[in-house]
């Protein structure tokens, strides 16, 4: 048995924090049901003691040099490469996805990480020339000390890609990463105070969620807050925001609308959808979930689709020939078990799956319908689970109106060979995101988001700096 290599603990001004009487929460392995850790939640003591350190740290970093920054987080991606096993598997042993997508996920967080040490000397405004000798400056000022809150599902990526731009803008930040999987996170954090980010830039707490985003989000030193979870738990924290006039990033909720054209390469257009809706057990926010496909070819498609899940080897994540591993937490299994259900009874056809693999850990077979009517749960809801849907449309107008049928608008796929129907497509589909004859929505110099309930703002790229900063105007006779 794998050794757990991490020590979840809390991390404020400088200070490692384990137990000393504080409640605690089980980190369990999501493969075997096994107790990892006892991970300690902060008390509000330990929260107001965070807050002190992000009011302390914010001038401290703000004032920092350029290349001071530039170095910390270079620093932080070089540690990070060089500590990815330990880290991958923590993120395996803790989330459960396969070892080769935790070593993948690695690898892009230290990418996007470099991006922002570049990013932060090229934080460009602008001058306005007036003909009188007048001119005006737009610079961008960093926010403040930010609030991140993190889901389980990437537990390497989500807490850096809070972390990395809002220390690139210069900001002090608190970040709560899942309780599910906190010993990633430790180690990730470890990765910039080695690289030599001061002690009270950046502190790390766990809790009881609603009970640690109201208390810290109520403070006013919180100046920004960065969420990425459910829709309605985003909505929640928007309101709780708006009481202080706060500014939010929301990275919620999606649907993932695939539209598959009878001119698209059906063999290519298989295989890049099955590798990324199989991916992370299908618990990512962009994870492909409608497939609309022309009915011209959907009899095709679907059965090769079906055989790829049927050909999936599903098993721990540290099995060197496990393609798909348990879901993170038993939620999930529990909800596939109802909305595949509801699917089932009201009409649909089962093409794979559709059940628990094995008893122990939380196994789902990757699983396949048609015919799901519109009014099923799963027609409407996210799945965040292992599961795809064949809706079959004929004409470009049907596919367009299932693609924005539902309130989000993360990501949007098509695959055809026709340029003149991708840009019509690309142009009439509501969503922050599209991949044309492409999977790939995450690159680091690329702004990651959505539109509609799916939230609002972006991270990635120039624009994931930019959400940890304000304008200023200032004008000059
Ligand atoms: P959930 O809605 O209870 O929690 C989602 C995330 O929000 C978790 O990380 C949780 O710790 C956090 N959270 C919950 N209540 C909070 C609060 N009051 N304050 C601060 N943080 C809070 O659901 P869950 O069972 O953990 O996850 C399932 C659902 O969450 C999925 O169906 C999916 O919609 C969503 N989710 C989305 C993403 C994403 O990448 N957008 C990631 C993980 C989960």
Known sequence: MTAFPARP??????????GEGRATHQVVNPATGAVLAELPLATTADLEAALDAAARGYPLWRATSVDEKAAVLAGAARLMRERMEIIATTATLEQGKPLAEARGELAYTAALVDFYAGEVRRNYGRVLTRPTGQRSLVIHEPVGPSLALCPWNFPILNPARKLAPALA????????????APGTAVLV???FIDAGLPA??????????????????ASPIIRKISFTGSVPVGKHLMRLAADGAKRTTMELGGHGPVIVWDDCDIEKTVTMVSAFKWRNAGQVCVSPTRLIVHEAIADRFAAAMAQRAKGLTVGPGLDAATQMGPLANPRRPQAME?????????GATLLAG????????????????????????????????PVALIHRVSTMEQAIAEANRLPFGLAAYLFTENARTANLMADAVESGMVGINTMAMSAADSPFGGVKD????????????????????????
């Open 9 to 18: 603990a809390l991390f404020i001004d400088g200070h490692w924090h384990s």
């Open 169 to 180: 803008a210069g900001c002090s930040m608190i970040i709560k990463p899942p309780e599910e």
């Open 338 to 346: 109802s909305l595949i259900g509801d699917a089932l009874a009201q």
């Open 200 to 217: 009270s830039v950046a502190s790390m707490v766990f809790g009881v969620p609603d009970t640690v985003s109201r208390h810290l989000i």
């Open 354 to 385: 559709g059940e628990r693999v094995g008893s122990t850990g939380n196994f789902w077979a990757p699983t396949l319908l048609a015919d799901v009517p519109l009014s099923a749960r799963l027609m409407n809801e996210e799945p965040f689970g």
């Open 189 to 191: 954090l470890q990765c």
């Open 454 to 477: 799916s939230g609002h703002g972006s991270e990635d790229g120039p624009e994931g700096m930019r959400a940890f900063q304000v304008i200023k105007a200032i004008h000059q006779h």
